[in-house]
């Protein structure tokens, strides 16, 4: 497919599920409570078969329906996200015994899936984490420490837990785990965040595990946590998308309508010019986020690169959009509750998690310097 433009089907499949995220999950959204699992709203996405799609499709899916479900309900949106966050590395790493298990309820909206690899001295610097995980008879571990901004946290059935099997071996010594819930030993609390959705710490006090609970293999971890951001990250630029969409759509109407200075606000050369910026912007973010997501679904050499461009061009983007939009429509952008006041809290943390914007630009100098020095040594 070739990544600047979509077949029909997947236009259509678009509109019907902005549509869907419109009618059927925002009353839903409305009804949960801020900073809490709201589990209606995940079985419903479960029923309209749309947490099934994380599992059978891939990321230009996965960002066809993050892109459509923010535009008209950034809740759904991120309860989708998150279950595929989680759970993708039972998918992609998980013993036939821990998929079996885990991923037809992660499926039917049943059980919450949560990803938890950032602590609170290792975040941008993920390799320094330093949860333990200490030998504990010969097939064990106990898990010593915390994480903390884990999204759905405390509420989370299972987690991905990424914990230090090696000490001083960097991400060498890292090893994923399924933990769920309610191992003893296991606590958590909710943090009160400028984010919609819940995100809580987690005390792991000396919670077994053993040999079954591992993904993947004992200190090869790291790459499974990598492995499932080259999938997510583009689809954080395609929620940003969607959000910037809407923020374009919503000053498009209000700039047609509003009477100024004897005609309307798209008269004024200033307001339109910058109405035209906020289309060509979001237009290329989107461009780039369909690119990473196909160069992912192709296997190309280059996904690190690509996801991690398409991450920051796309929240950067938004973070822009929902400003200027904010901007052009005046006070009422802020009264609590309006579209724009709802999407200019949403729009900030993307730009921190998955890897802040900064972290971006290292990986993608990093992958430049690399293809250049490949280049050089033909
Ligand atoms: C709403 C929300 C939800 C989250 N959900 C999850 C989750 O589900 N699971 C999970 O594991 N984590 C989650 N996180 C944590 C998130 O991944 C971390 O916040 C992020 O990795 C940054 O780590 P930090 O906050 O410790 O910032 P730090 O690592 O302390 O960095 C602070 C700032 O320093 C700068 N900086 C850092 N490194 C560099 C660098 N190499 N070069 C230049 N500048 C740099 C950047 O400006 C960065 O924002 C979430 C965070 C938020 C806000």
Redesign the pocket.
């Known amino acids: 497919m070739p990544a600047f433009s979509l077949e029909p089907a997947q236009v259509a499949r678009c509109a019907q599920l902005r549509a869907l995220a419109a009618e059927r999950l925002r009353p839903l959204a409305e009804k949960g409570e801020p900073g809490r699992v709201n589990r209606p709203l995940v079985a419903e996405l479960g029923r309209l078969g749309l947490l099934p799609r994380l599992f059978t499709t891939g990321a230009v899916d996965l960002c066809l329906m993050r892109e459509s479900l923010a535009y008209a309900c950034t809740e759904a949106e991120t309860a989708l996200a998150?279950q595929g966050?989680?759970a993708h590395p039972v998918h992609a790493h998980g013993t036939p015994a821990q998929r079996r298990h885990w991923l037809p309820r992660v499926a039917d909206g049943t059980a919450i899936a949560?990803?938890?690899?950032?602590?609170?001295g290792?975040?941008?610097?993920?390799a320094a984490l330093s949860l333990a995980a200490e030998r504990d008879g010969s097939d064990g571990w106990r898990l010593t420490g915390e994480?903390?901004?884990?999204?759905?946290?405390p509420e989370a059935d299972f987690y991905t837990v990424?914990a230090r099997t090696t000490p001083q071996a960097g991400a060498r010594g890292v090893t994923a785990f399924l933990v769920p819930a309610d191992r003893a030993g296991l606590t958590g609390s909710a943090l009160d965040?400028?984010?919609p959705?819940p995100?809580g710490a987690l005390r792991f006090d000396g919670v077994p595990v053993t040999a079954d609970d591992v993904l993947g293999e004992p200190d090869r971890g790291f790459r499974v946590a990598m492995g499932t951001l080259d999938l997510f990250r583009p689809s954080v630029g395609a929620f940003a998308v969607g959000m910037a969409q809407a923020a374009l759509d919503a000053t498009l109407a209000h700039t047609a309508r509003r009477d100024a200075f004897d005609g309307k606000l798209s008269d004024l050369q200033a307001v339109a010019h910058q109405v035209a910026e906020m289309a060509l912007r979001t237009e290329a973010a989107r461009l780039m986020v369909h690119a990473a997501a196909a160069a992912y679904d192709s296997g190309a050499p280059d996904v690190p690169k690509r996801a991690a461009m398409a991450k920051l061009c796309a929240t950067e983007t938004a973070q822009y959009v929902v400003d200027a939009a904010v901007q052009l429509h005046g006070a009422r952008a802020l009264c609590r509750g309006h579209l724009l006041e709802h999407l200019y809290r949403e729009v900030?943390?993307?730009?921190?998690?998955?890897?802040?914007?900064?972290?971006q630009?290292?990986i993608i100098a990093r992958e430049l310097y690399a293809e250049h020095a490949a280049l050089e040594a033909r």
């Open positions: 998150l966050l989680g949560a990803f938890a690899l950032s602590e609170p290792a975040g941008s610097d993920a994480k903390c901004w884990i999204s759905n946290a990424f965040m400028l984010s959705h995100v900030r943390a993307p730009r921190i998690y998955e890897g802040a914007s900064e972290v630009r290292g």
